[in-house]
């Protein structure tokens, strides 16, 4: 048993070497770059949908995308560490409940949506690489002033709205001071 397990572990550092998989998870909208071989040449095939299984088991681990094409249904499931899977990208995380979402081939139109999750970011390590060897520098305000920057906006935002509606209350109370003087 172990050898095996061995095995599989040794296969997986293999394919990983050569490409990086990105992390999904069931819910997620992705695009699936496909290698396709016609003769002589290659070329790359994006096929974009919603994930609607992923199953884990080592090197036989395989997710199934779900996405309509002209009103039908197509599926597609692929092995995750397979050679013709040239990219995986993440486009939109859904919001689910459920690791197999197989209740979306029954719905069509809205009902067939899945909600986005929103993530917030703040707080990530970034590693910064300078231009001398070996120094690398953490930079976490990266996110954060990002954050700030958006709170900051909202704030002069409504300190603008308040000096207009304080300008026009001053406008009109003016105006009756001169009525009253006439």
Same mark, same amino acid.
């Not at 036989?60 to 995750?80: D, H, Q, W, Y």
């Not at 081939?105 to 060897?133: C, F, Q, T, W, Y």
């Given at each position: 048993?172990?050898?095996?397990? $061995? ?50 088991? $080592? ?56 909600? #986005?999750?929103?993530?917030?970011? +703040? ?20 996110? #954060? ?11 002069? #935002? ?10 026009? +209350? ?6 009756? #001071? ?5």
């Amino acid at each position: 048993m172990k050898n095996i397990e $061995d095995i599989n572990k040794a296969q997986i550092e293999k394919l990983t070497s050569k490409k990086k998989i990105t992390n999904f998870f069931p819910g997620d909208t992705i695009r699936v770059g496909v290698r396709i071989v016609e003769g002589k040449r290659e070329r790359i095939q994006n096929f974009e949908g919603v994930c609607i299984a992923k199953k884990n088991r $080592d090197i036989n681990s395989s997710f199934t995308v779900r996405k309509i094409s002209f009103g039908e249904g197509v599926e597609r499931t692929f092995a995750l560490y397979s050679p013709i899977i040239g990219s995986i990208k993440v486009i939109r995380s859904g919001k689910v409940r459920r690791a197999k979402l197989y209740y979306l081939r029954d719905r069509k139109g809205k009902s067939a949506r899945i909600a #986005e999750k929103l993530r917030k970011n +703040i707080g990530v390590d970034v590693e910064v690489k300078s231009s001398v060897p070996g120094d690398i520098k953490q930079d976490t305000s990266i996110a #954060e002033e990002k954050e700030t920057s958006k709170v900051e906006a909202k704030k002069e #935002e409504s300190k603008k709205e308040e000096a207009v509606q304080a300008k026009k +209350i001053i406008e009109k109370t003016t105006g009756k #001071e001169k009525d009253n003087l006439k």
